[in-house]
């Protein structure tokens, strides 16, 4: 005698299997996105966005700050224009001048 699963069942394991797969196929396409975002930040990293040269750090009044060789461009990261704005006694607009100059 030969066991056949009623189609309650077949439906049931159907669903089951076909939830296993999606979520595999989620666990994948993240896997992918964050190598693909990993890539792209290696690629990115420390380049000028504008020219694409590599940025060097430079210390302005305790600061470190990106400046690119090639074009002269200024890059802050978070913090820290509010740490040169703070540092500097013309405020803002005075740190900005002497930072471009």
């Given amino acids: 005698m030969t066991f056949k699963p009623s189609s309650k069942e077949e439906e049931y394991m159907f669903q089951q299997e076909l939830e296993r797969r999606r979520s ?4 994948t396409a993240a896997r992918q996105e964050e190598g693909e975002r990993q890539r792209q930040k290696e690629a990115h990293w420390m380049r000028c966005p504008k020219c694409g040269s590599t940025l060097q750090e430079i210390e302005y009044r305790g600061v470190r700050i990106d400046q690119c060789p090639a074009c002269q461009g ?4 978070a913090g820290e224009l ?4 703070q540092k500097e006694p ?4 005075g740190a ?6």
């Fill in 24 to 27: 595999v196929a989620r666990e």
């Fill in 74 to 77: 200024i890059f802050l990261d």
């Fill in 82 to 85: 509010e740490q040169v704005a």
């Fill in 90 to 93: 013309g405020g803002i607009f």
């Fill in 96 to 101: 900005l001048g002497r930072l471009l100059r």
